[in-house]
C-alpha cells in the first residue's frame, strides 16, 4: 500500500487522474467486452504479494460507485492481510470474519463511507488459518445476501499462489481479475497463477498490470480486446503465456 492510501484513499482520488479513467475503462470492458452486461461481481486477486491488488481493488470501487451511481460494496476477505479499513478509513471489526464465523449477519458488517453509493465490509479480528471459513455453505449464504442488496460487489482477496482462499471464494463472483506488477512479477508465476484459477474453474475475465512507474497503462480482456488512447504512449507490461495484459496504476498490495 503506498503512503497516501494510509492516509485514506478520499484525500488521493482524484477524478481526472490516469488512474479514476483507467478504472472506467477497466469496468466498461469487462462489462461489454464479455456480452454479460449483468456481471455484477469481481474478485480482485494477484498472482503473489505486494503487486497491487488491494490498490485496484479499492479505486475500481470507488470509481463504479462514483462515476457510474451503482450501489456497491468492496469486500476485505484477504484476512491474512487486511488492508481495506485503512484505505477507506473504516473500523476494522465486526467484518467479514465474524460473518463467516456465524456471529453477525453479513448487512451488519457493513460500513458507511463519505461516497454516498459506496459501502465496505473490512475483514475483521486477525486470524491465521482462514481456509476453512471459506469452505462450506456460509460463504454463499453471505454472497447470496450482499449480491441482492447491492448493484456491483467488489472483493478483494490473498494472492492465488500462496494460499487457497481466492479459488474458494471464486465461485461465488461472476469474474475474477488478476492484477501483476508491471516488472516484477515473473512469467512462470504468472502462468502459474492463470492455471490455477483455471483449474479451479474461475472465471478469469482479465488482466490488470499495475505499474509503479505511474506510466498510463492499457487494457486487454481475457479474449484479447485492446486499446491505446495515444499510439505514442507508454503501456504497462505484456501478459503471460495465454493470459493477456491489463490497466492500472499505483503501488504494491
Same mark, same amino acid.
Given at each position: 500500500?503506498?503512503?497516501?492510501?494510509?492516509?485514506?484513499?478520499?484525500?488521493?482520488?482524484?477524478?481526472?487522474?490516469?488512474?479514476?479513467?483507467?478504472?472506467?475503462?477497466?469496468?466498461?470492458?469487462?462489462?461489454?467486452?464479455?456480452?454479460?452486461?449483468?456481471?455484477?461481481?469481481?474478485?480482485?486477486?494477484?498472482?503473489?504479494?505486494?503487486?497491487?491488488?488491494?490498490?485496484?481493488?479499492?479505486?475500481?470501487?470507488?470509481?463504479? !460507485? @462514483?462515476? =457510474?451511481?451503482?450501489?456497491? *460494496?468492496?469486500?476485505?476477505?484477504? $484476512?491474512?492481510?487486511?488492508?481495506?479499513?485503512?484505505? #477507506?478509513?473504516?473500523?476494522?471489526?465486526?467484518?467479514?470474519?465474524?460473518?463467516?464465523?456465524?456471529?453477525?449477519?453479513?448487512?451488519?458488517?457493513?460500513?458507511?463511507?463519505?461516497?454516498?453509493?459506496?459501502?465496505?465490509?473490512?475483514?475483521? !479480528? @486477525?486470524? =491465521?488459518?482462514?481456509?476453512? *471459513?471459506?469452505?462450506?455453505?456460509? $460463504?454463499?449464504?453471505?454472497?447470496?445476501?450482499?449480491? #441482492?442488496?447491492?448493484?456491483?460487489?467488489?472483493?478483494?482477496?490473498?494472492?492465488?499462489?500462496?494460499?487457497?482462499?481466492?479459488?474458494?471464494?471464486?465461485?461465488?463472483?461472476?469474474?475474477?481479475?488478476?492484477?501483476?506488477?508491471?516488472?516484477?512479477?515473473?512469467?512462470?508465476?504468472?502462468?502459474?497463477?492463470?492455471?490455477?484459477?483455471?483449474?479451479?474453474?474461475?472465471?478469469?475475465?482479465?488482466?490488470?498490470?499495475?505499474?509503479?512507474?505511474?506510466?498510463?497503462?492499457?487494457?486487454?480482456?481475457?479474449?484479447?480486446?485492446?486499446?491505446?488512447?495515444?499510439?505514442?504512449?507508454?503501456?504497462?507490461?505484456?501478459?503471460?503465456?495465454?493470459?493477456?495484459?491489463?490497466?492500472?496504476?499505483?503501488?504494491?498490495?
Amino acid at each position: 500500500m503506498t503512503d497516501s492510501e494510509r492516509k485514506n484513499i478520499y484525500d488521493v482520488f482524484d477524478q481526472e487522474s490516469p488512474m479514476a479513467t483507467e478504472m472506467r475503462r477497466l469496468y466498461s470492458n469487462i462489462r461489454h467486452h464479455h456480452g454479460r452486461p449483468d456481471m455484477r461481481s469481481f474478485l480482485v486477486t494477484s498472482a503473489d504479494r505486494g503487486e497491487g491488488k488491494s490498490t485496484i481493488a479499492s479505486h475500481l470501487a470507488l470509481t463504479v !460507485a @462514483r462515476f =457510474k451511481g451503482k450501489k456497491s *460494496l468492496i469486500v476485505d476477505a484477504d $484476512l491474512r492481510r487486511p488492508r481495506l479499513h485503512d484505505v #477507506f478509513a473504516v473500523p476494522r471489526e465486526p467484518g467479514l470474519l465474524e460473518c463467516l464465523e456465524g456471529k453477525i449477519d453479513p448487512l451488519a458488517a457493513v460500513k458507511d463511507t463519505p461516497v454516498e453509493n459506496l459501502k465496505v465490509i473490512p475483514a475483521g !479480528a @486477525r486470524i =491465521k488459518s482462514p481456509a476453512h *471459513l471459506f469452505e462450506g455453505d456460509v $460463504l454463499s449464504e453471505i454472497f447470496k445476501k450482499i449480491r #441482492f442488496y447491492y448493484d456491483i460487489v467488489i472483493v478483494d482477496c490473498a494472492p492465488v499462489i500462496p494460499v487457497s482462499d481466492p479459488m474458494l471464494i471464486s465461485s461465488e463472483v461472476d469474474g475474477v481479475i488478476l492484477v501483476l506488477l508491471a516488472g516484477k512479477t515473473p512469467r512462470n508465476v504468472a502462468q502459474r497463477a492463470c492455471d490455477i484459477l483455471r483449474d479451479a474453474n474461475a472465471n478469469v475475465i482479465g488482466v490488470v498490470v499495475n505499474n509503479l512507474s505511474e506510466v498510463l497503462p492499457y487494457y486487454y480482456d481475457y479474449k484479447y480486446y485492446g486499446y491505446r488512447e495515444h499510439e505514442g504512449e507508454k503501456g504497462g507490461a505484456s501478459g503471460a503465456g495465454n493470459a493477456p495484459a491489463g490497466s492500472g496504476a499505483g503501488g504494491p498490495r
